[in-house]
Every structure is written in structure tokens, then in C-alpha cells.
């Protein structure tokens, strides 16, 4: 079936193989650092305060009616809810992300909630110098029986979990050393428990078939996906993206360079240039909310007749909106999906206002 608003696939210069690693670590610094960062007089407040405020939003809601779920069945049903970041690069804002959820949970007397980063090409480095060695007793090659051939982590392996289940070994966060593939998850990724999937300025990435693919494997076995970008398919982003050019070049220094990076960004500008050129690309490929919910209706069709759909179980709603990041143009646009578990709620998609 041919999928609407369907166009040509660009490529951004950053993802290419032959892309020099030191200007594309260059431009996922930058990147980064315009997450965590508020840029005076722009922006109130980081963007990642943003996503962090809608993420926690959601925790929230599908906690709560767990919790009428709950007093409905007479029972104990719920279970420690995990957030898997696919396409996760070097980190992005979950860092503080899940600084500031975990604080605020803290403070309001709820579990803290665990993070697992993975990618299809994990940079393994970075992540042992932020989060540690990860342990030996991780598995990817169980074979499975399934159609799909999905893969399936044994079941004396999880990951990050303590013997008890219920805290992380060490730390909040944690990683997957080996290669991820977001269209097809491991099955036991977090030891067979919930989770929610989060895409923070990655979900562009997919073409239409990887994209479809994305939501199917999210719908079947996860409890919702957050979709999360800093730009939208229109004129103001543009014009915002081409000032990132000059701003990388104020920014760099707090960035805490290399001699490298230094070079490709005021001898010969290629860092900024980059920035600039994939960041068009990236506005070109955001689908927009009427684009990505007919993937979703598409994904679930797929569900249908691959026959995983299970009745209320199998039914999601979707929210969607915007959050201003940066003057004039810059907009934060979040789409949310989740499985609807409240018995008599309706699937619905709610739209949310520009705050």
C-alpha cells in the first residue's frame, strides 16, 4: 500500500557511513548541548525541561489508571514501569532527563523510574565512560520460534534489573551493548516487563517502511511511544535552522571543544555547515501528526493481520501538541501513544494547545 504524503528519502550528511566521525561527533555535540542548554533571551528554559515535563505527564497517566485498573480487579497487577530510548547516539537529553523526572518523583515519595538506552550502532565508549561497564551476562542470540524471528534475551539475563526486581543494580540508567533495531526489539529487553518507548529527534530518521515498522513493534510490546522532535515541516523551523550556523560558531567554546572540532568549525566550517544543511534535511523529513497517526492506524492493520490484536488490550489512543522552545519559531512537537487500559475508555486523540 502506498502511504500518504509519501516523498523522496534524504539522507543527512551526519548519518552516512563515510560521514569523518569528528564532524559528526561535532554536530551530536552541538546538538546536545542546544537540548540541555537555555540560549538567552530565546528560550525560559532548556528544551529537554519541555520533553521532560511530557514524559513525566505520561508516567503519570498510564500510573494512574494502572491504579484504577487495580481497584477494579480486586487485585495487585501493576509492576515497575521502564523507559526504553531507542536511537539514543551519545545520550541526548536523557542524562538530565532523567535527573529531573527522578527528582521530582523522589520528592513526591514515587520509585524512581529506570532508563535503558540502546541503538542499532551503540558508540560503546561514551556510554562505559558515563554508565560504567555493562555486565557479562547480557545475551542477544536465543534463538525464538516466532514468524517475525524476533530476537529474545535469555531469561537469566536482565539487563539492569536487581535479583529483587525492583531497583537498578547501580545507577538509573543503563545501556545495551549490542545492536538494537528499533522496527524489532528483543522480546525480553527489560526482562519481560512494562515499559514505555521514547524517540527524542530520531523518529525522522526512518523512512515510511522502517517508520511503520517502528510503531508495529512498539504496539506489540510495549505500554505506549513518545515521539519527540524540535522542529516541524514548515518555514519558521527553516529560517530557525539556518541560524545554527552562526550559533555554533558563539557556542562551540562552552561545548568543551577538541582541537578537531575547533578546526572544522572556524578554519574550514564544516561543522557548521553540516549543522545547517541536515538540520533542512531533518525539516523536510518530520512528518507531520496527520502523517504519523496513518502510520499508526497502518501499524495497527498490520497487528490485525498478523493476528496480535487483542481486543481492548490491543487499542491505543494518541495525544499530540506543541511546546515553544525557542523565539519566535521554534517549536517542540510531541506525539504520544499508549495502550488504552481503562475498561469503557474510548480511543481517542487529543490535541494539545502551543504553550
Known amino acids: 500500500m502506498k ?4 516523498r523522496p528519502w534524504l539522507m543527512e550528511f551526519a548519518d552516512h557511513p563515510n560521514c569523518p566521525s569528528s564532524i559528526r561527533i561535532g554536530v551530536q555535540n552541538m546538538l546536545t548541548f542546544l537540548w ?3 540560549i538567552i533571551p530565546f528560550q525560559s528554559q532548556p528544551p529537554y525541561i519541555l520533553a521532560s515535563d511530557v514524559l513525566e505527564d505520561v508516567i503519570k497517566d498510564i500510573e494512574y489508571e494502572e491504579e484504577e485498573e487495580e481497584d477494579g480487579d480486586g487485585g495487585d497487577n ?3 514501569l521502564r523507559i526504553i530510548d531507542f536511537c539514543s547516539g551519545a545520550g541526548g537529553p536523557i542524562e538530565k532527563i532523567e535527573r529531573r523526572m527522578n527528582s521530582n518523583r ?5 520509585s524512581p523510574i529506570s532508563f535503558l538506552l540502546t541503538d542499532i550502532h551503540p558508540p560503546i565508549s561514551i556510554w562505559e565512560k558515563k554508565y560504567g561497564l555493562p555486565p557479562k551476562s547480557l545475551s542477544t542470540s536465543t534463538p525464538t520460534s516466532t514468524p517475525s524471528s524476533r530476537r529474545e534475551y535469555s531469561p537469566t539475563s536482565n539487563y539492569y534489573l536487581s535479583d529483587s526486581d525492583s531497583q537498578p543494580r547501580s545507577k538509573s540508567i543503563s545501556y545495551i551493548p549490542d545492536s538494537v533495531d528499533a522496527t524489532n526489539a528483543p522480546i525480553g529487553l527489560v526482562g519481560g516487563k512494562k515499559h514505555l518507548r521514547t524517540f527524542f529527534l530520531s523518529f525522522h ?3 515510511e517502511e522502517l517508520a511503520r515498522g517502528v510503531l508495529v513493534d512498539a504496539m506489540r510490546g510495549s505500554e505506549g511511544i513518545c515521539i519527540f522532535e ?3 515541516c514548515d518555514i519558521g523551523s527553516l529560517i530557525m535552522i539556518a541560524m545554527l550556523g552562526p550559533l555554533s560558531c558563539i557556542l562551540t567554546p562552552f561545548t568543551r571543544p577538541s582541537l578537531i572540532t575547533l578546526f572544522f568549525t572556524y578554519i574550514i566550517p564544516l561543522i557548521p555547515l553540516v549543522l545547517v544543511i541536515d538540520g533542512w534535511i531533518s525539516v523536510y523529513r518530520t512528518r507531520p501528526v496527520p ?4 502510520l499508526a492506524n497502518l501499524a495497527a492493520l498490520s497487528l ?3 493476528g496480535e490484536d487483542k481486543g481492548d488490550d490491543g487499542e491505543w489512543k494518541w495525544e499530540y501538541g506543541t511546546r515553544n522552545h525557542t523565539w519566535p519559531w521554534g517549536k517542540m512537537l510531541y506525539i504520544i501513544g499508549r495502550k488504552r487500559r481503562i475498561n469503557g475508555e474510548e480511543n481517542e486523540e487529543t490535541d494539545s494547545e502551543d504553550q
Open 3 to 6: 502511504l500518504p504524503y509519501n
Open 36 to 38: 540541555l542548554n537555555r
Open 78 to 80: 501493576t509492576s515497575p
Open 106 to 110: 523522589i520528592s513526591q515519595s514515587l
Open 205 to 207: 530518521h526512518f523512512n
Open 230 to 232: 524540535l522542529q516541524q
Open 291 to 294: 502523517h504519523v497517526l496513518r
Open 304 to 306: 490485525q493481520l498478523e
